[in-house]
């Protein structure tokens, strides 16, 4: 199975020529931007899914995907084209970020000769086609984020081979790409490896000390009463030697703050890419589909800050605190727009009011 030719076999003559119409630009310059944009927009999927909190993103956006987005291309065009682009445009947003959405529009303009913001727009219209087929072919491999893992682990090199002469996805900053992740997770697991062997020599030693001391104290410990009183100069001394085991630090009792933090920071980065989306209503409504997904991720996150020891939960409720004044003047900002409807303002002052939660989380029972 190849994914890139499942994606590119939608894209017939006719497809061509409505995005041509619709976009106003040559036929031929739409499809050597569609060429590059499909792979690229694919190594950018296997880079979210090759990082745990980018799984969750992504297994939670597939999963939520309607049934019309598994349709044929050419007939999604030849109706709704201006809600299928909205739609798209939120779902892109959603997953890789304006900013890195910008990036990647760049590069195609340079290569291409395409507008940027026309790139945008027609990375918008194949939003719904590549995250369509993705879909369709991670369900049929178990709907799981193992199977989400595997599938584009297996099409790594497919999509790599995709790309077209002159592109290179080394031009499109902020781009993960799941060959990347895999060399930085394992030079991570070499480090660590180094890290812990560099540890156990240091504390090797210091380990000798202490058993030592505790012999010594045993020793003098069996000896008859008569001679106790001439050797408590020398058990007070071992009592001293025991006295230098080390203390670690709280923060390594906690290892579970690490990867909560990390995903509490990409929370609040796509909280600050989402409101500096909305300039007006009509931007408002294209970034629903995002708000949602953050409102969605909250929940899942809330329920892991629940299950975390308190002195955890302390921790990271000091981080988010230093977070918040930044969110609620973002959110302000945002809801001092006109034209925003009832249903944006709602979601975005009980996405604050979650947040601020967060603060206050207590232990389930």
Do not use: C
Not at 121 to 147: D, E, H
Not at 166 to 187: K, M, N, Q, W, Y
Not at 239 to 263: C, F, H, R, S, Y
């Amino acid at each position: 199975m190849n994914l890139v030719k499942l994606i590119s076999d939608q894209m017939s003559n006719d497809a061509l020529a409505k995005l041509s119409a619709i976009l106003g630009v040559d036929r031929e310059i739409i499809e050597s931007t569609v060429t590059a944009a499909v792979p690229s927009m694919l190594a950018g999927l296997g880079g979210l899914a090759a990082q745990e909190s980018g799984t969750r993103k992504l297994t939670s956006t597939l999963g939520s995907l309607d049934d019309a987005m598994f349709g044929n291309f050419e007939r999604l065009l030849g109706g709704d084209a201006d809600a299928m682009r909205q739609k798209g445009s939120g779902l892109l947003n959603g997953l890789f970020g304006d900013g890195l959405v910008s990036n990647l529009a760049t590069a195609l303009s340079r290569f291409t000769g395409l507008s940027s913001n026309t790139v945008k727009i027609l990375l918008a219209y194949l939003t719904p086609l590549v995250l369509g087929r993705v879909a369709s072919q991670w369900r049929n491999q178990g709907g799981t984020p193992a199977a989400l893992k595997s599938l584009f682990r297996d099409q790594q090199r497919t999509i790599e081979d995709a790309l077209p002469s002159g592109f290179s996805l080394d031009d499109v900053p902020g781009l993960a790409r799941a060959s990347e992740i895999g060399r930085t997770a394992t030079h991570a697991a070499q480090s660590g490896e180094i890290a812990s062997k560099s540890l156990a020599s240091t504390l090797l030693p210091l380990a000798l000390v202490v058993a030592g001391g505790l012999l010594l104290w045993s020793f003098w410990r069996s000896r008859p009463q008569a001679q106790q009183a001439g050797v408590n100069e020398v058990v007070d001394e071992s009592a001293e030697v025991v006295a230098m085991k080390p203390i670690l630090p709280d923060t390594l009792n906690m290892p579970e703050v690490g990867p909560m933090k990390q995903e509490l920071t990409s929370l609040f980065q796509d909280f600050g890419t989402a409101f500096a989306a909305i300039k007006d209503g009509a931007s408002a409504e294209a970034a629903l589909p995002q708000l949602e997904e953050l409102d969605r991720r909250i929940d899942a996150t809330s329920r892991s800050l629940t299950s975390l020891p308190a002195a955890s939960r302390t921790a990271l409720g000091a981080f988010v605190n230093e977070q918040m004044d930044s969110v609620k003047a973002q959110a302000a900002k945002v809801l001092s727009l006109p034209g925003l409807g009832d249903r944006i303002k709602s979601l975005i002052n009980e996405l604050v009011r979650k947040l601020e939660d967060f603060q206050m989380t207590e232990p389930t029972p």
